[in-house]
């Protein structure tokens, strides 16, 4: 039997977004539970992978190795609690590169599916903005829309996101995944 696996978009939805991009580990600020909530669902037994746009590396905000310690950082706060993540990955590109991996398109999801050999057809991807949902869509993952970063602006300027299941933030998500287990 194939692992069970949750993809998590980062900035919105594990850390605060701010008015610009996310740029340094001292930026870097989780949402309160959400470091709780990715260490419930590894002692439950899902693999937990992150899947985000990272496009401030191209534009030159930030570097690879700024991205690395924002994740390090992360990583760091999930391993007091015992865990880490499964896997973390990124599209460095802008919007015009027009690559695969650049949500809204699925090859972030593609990438992780093959790596990990998972379903995606049975696999959340918690997000918070229209990008995650389409992504999700197009690679017939299950989407999950959160009301924290874009969540609430995404819930009421895009009427495709209306028939996708919406909760307050990653730990609530994560209360009713564990508990219909």
């Given at each position: 039997?194939?692992?069970?696996?949750?993809?998590?978009?980062?900035?919105?939805?594990?850390?605060?977004?701010?008015?610009?991009?996310?740029?340094?580990?001292?930026?870097w600020d989780p949402i309160p539970?959400?470091?709780?909530?990715?260490?419930?669902?590894?002692?439950?037994?899902?693999?937990?992978?992150?899947?985000?746009?990272?496009?401030?590396?191209?534009?030159?905000?930030?570097?690879?190795?700024?991205?690395q310690a924002m994740h390090d950082k992360m990583q760091k706060l999930l391993a007091a609690r015992g865990v880490s993540v499964d896997g973390i990955f990124y599209c460095p590109h802008g919007p015009e590169a027009n690559c695969i991996c650049r949500k809204p398109?699925?090859?972030?999801?593609?990438?992780?599916?093959?790596?990990?050999d998972i379903d995606l057809s049975q696999t959340p991807l918690v997000g918070d903005n229209i990008s995650d949902i389409r992504a999700a869509k197009m690679a017939n993952a299950k989407p999950i829309l959160v009301r924290t970063g874009k969540g609430e602006y995404v819930m009421q300027h895009f009427p495709e996101a209306l028939d996708v299941p919406v909760y307050d933030d990653l730990a609530h998500f994560v209360r009713e995944t564990l508990r219909k287990k």
């Open positions: 039997m194939r692992a069970k696996m949750v993809i998590l978009d980062r900035d919105g939805v594990i850390n605060h977004m701010l008015d610009g991009d996310v740029t340094s580990a001292d930026d539970g959400s470091i709780e909530a990715i260490s419930r669902l590894k002692k439950a037994g899902y693999l937990v992978t992150v899947a985000s746009n990272q496009s401030g590396i191209a534009r030159g905000q930030y570097s690879e190795k700024d991205l398109k699925p090859g972030l999801l593609y990438q992780i599916a093959k790596q990990f």
